[in-house]
């Protein structure tokens, strides 16, 4: 029996696996990715249910459901990807960009300064532990990357 469900090819970040279940929900992606972030962020399961999705999921008319040319297919673009990423992460190495340095260093700098003033025992600094440092410093990642982006 033939699914619906598909990866779409026009609604894509990564593998398209987001945009076919928003496509076959009939709602937006936005949701979709959001719920595979917090999956993968605060259980692990996330990355690899995606992955998994990705491999067993073919594009419109390419297949069914974990059909064997679908995860043929799937397992393909994901070996692609990660050698795309190998090549980005290389490149990132031998030609770095001075703003990311710039980022990394910071951010160092700032988890340094948490942890050391945390293990001072300054009173009324017992509230600064890695349960609410780690979700603050993300939070403002994604303020920071977002109020960035061009308007």
């Known amino acids: 029996m033939e699914t619906s469900l ?3 090819q026009t609604d894509r970040l990564i593998g398209g696996v987001c945009g076919g279940i928003a496509e076959y929900l009939r709602i937006s992606a936005t949701p979709v990715r959001v719920y595979f972030l917090l999956l993968a962020f605060t259980t692990g ?8 999705l990705w491999a067993a ?20 673009e994901i070996a692609g990807k990660a050698r795309d990423l ?3 992460v290389r490149r990132a190495v031998r ?4 703003q990311i340095g710039v980022a990394l260093g910071v951010a ?12 001072l025992g300054i009173p009324g600094l017992g509230w600064l532990n890695e349960g609410l440092v780690w979700p603050l410093l993300l939070l403002i990642g994604g303020i920071v990357l977002i109020w960035r982006l061009p308007r």
Do not use: H, K
């Not at 030609?95 to 001075?98: A, F, I, S, V």
């Open 86 to 88: 190998g090549d980005d």
């Open 45 to 52: 399961i996330g990355w690899l249910l995606y992955l998994i």
């Open 95 to 98: 030609q770095p960009d001075p």
């Open 57 to 76: 999921l073919p594009y419109p008319g390419e297949g069914t459901f974990g059909s064997p040319g679908a995860v043929r297919q799937g397992i393909g």
């Open 6 to 8: 598909y990866r779409s």
């Open 108 to 119: 160092l700098m700032l988890i340094g300064t948490l942890a050391l003033l945390r293990n």
